[in-house]
């Protein structure tokens, strides 16, 4: 056993690279499970620095300068931030509110509805009691209408709240603003702690830095235009809570596969309950399939061509381990965190990859003249 282990710890950690790769890996999540929360504001600024340098370097290749460029791109980064603070945020949270204070009616008319049900179908009588179905409703509206009072109060429930809103609000732009400024800076400020042998942790950073930077950036114009499309949809068709319903189908794109189904429910719950069963209830269903249809079969491959190659199985699996540790920042991050260890996996030395090194090496000694 001991001669096991110290084989398999020898075939996987006798490479100094792998040790320094390893290093990088376990430090970069211990600082993210231990101080995510204190970091958050640091974290979000690296994140939005990180998406909007894509758009300065697009300026700089037009032959705009840096700086210029970086002013422009900030510019209109505040713009959309007072855009969302001022103009978005009220109507999601009037919407939010007016939809809470109407479910309770909601889910009366509902539970009338539910309790014909075993009238019409005696089938139903046989597995569910009458009580039960009345406990089952109850519970639900308690927790429905609990999870709304909680999620409109929390956030200003007290002083600290929102002094602590105020400070990300102020905080977050000035580091967004000096971590495009100073980006080269930074950068070789903080390679100078690193050692200079890291071929090994460079070959999976530019991997999976390519890959990352396509993705987030890909993922934040899919939530913006499939929000937009269906904002635009839910208002032709006359529909209640339009801002609030299209900003939920919007961040579903964000949890692969499981998002769009989740939203289905709400968007069928208000259109039955202003419409009932009829034509404009089947036209707001069928142009939201539509929606989802044109974002999963021409928009997702669009922006993520040859960006991420990797299993649903694997992408479900890194959105529930991800997600349960790190919440919606978790489910954001858990294609390009499942990439990076898709690129660690391929990077990392194995048996197979070891033989045929030394078999290169070998054949390279050979060729050398005498």
């Known amino acids: 056993m001991i001669e096991y282990i110290r084989n398999w710890y020898q075939l996987h950690f006798s490479d100094p690279q792998v040790v320094i790769l390893a290093l990088f890996i376990i430090v970069g999540f211990a600082i993210v499970l231990l101080a995510g929360d204190l970091l958050a504001p640091l974290l979000a600024s690296i994140v939005i620095a990180y998406v909007l340098d894509g758009a300065v370097e697009v300026l700089r290749r037009g032959k705009i300068p840096r700086f210029l460029a970086l002013g422009l791109v900030f510019f209109a980064f505040i713009a959309l931030l007072l855009i969302i603070i001022f103009a978005l945020l009220p109507k999601l949270s009037q919407q939010f509110t007016q939809f809470f204070r109407e479910l309770p009616n909601m889910i009366t008319h509902g539970q009338g509805l539910i309790m014909q049900l075993p009238d019409r179908y005696p089938s139903i009588a046989q597995i569910f009691t009458e009580e039960q179905i009345n406990e089952l409703i109850w519970s639900i509206r308690s927790q429905l209408i609990s999870a709304g009072h909680n999620f409109i109060s929390q956030p200003l429930e007290s002083v600290v709240g929102l002094i602590t809103i105020m400070v990300y609000l102020i905080l977050v732009p ?5 971590f495009l400024k100073d980006k080269e800076k930074i950068l070789n400020w903080l390679e100078g702690f690193l050692p200079e042998n890291r071929e090994l942790t460079n070959e999976v950073w530019f991997e999976v830095n390519q890959k990352i930077a396509s993705y987030i950036r890909g993922k934040f114009l899919e939530v913006f235009l499939v929000w937009s499309v269906t904002y635009v949809t839910f208002v032709f068709f006359g529909l209640q809570y339009a801002m609030l319903l299209s900003f939920l189908v919007g961040i579903s794109v964000i949890i692969p596969y499981v998002g769009a189904a989740v939203v289905t429910i709400p968007i069928a719950f208000v259109a039955y309950f202003q419409w009932g069963i009829g ?13 989802q249809f044109l974002d999963g079969n021409i928009l997702v491959p669009l922006l993520f061509s040859e960006v991420v190659n990797l299993h649903p199985a694997a992408i479900i699996a890194a959105v529930l381990v991800f997600g349960g540790i790190w919440g919606l920042w978790g489910v954001f991050f858990a294609i390009p965190l499942a990439t990076l260890v898709n690129a660690v996996i391929k990077a990392w030395p194995t048996k197979n990859s070891k033989n045929k090194q030394a078999v290169k090496n070998e054949n390279a000694h050979e060729a050398k003249p005498a």
């Open 174 to 178: 000035l580091l967004v603003f000096f």
């Open 279 to 291: 034509p404009d209830f089947a036209y707001v269903l069928i142009a939201y399939a539509v929606i």
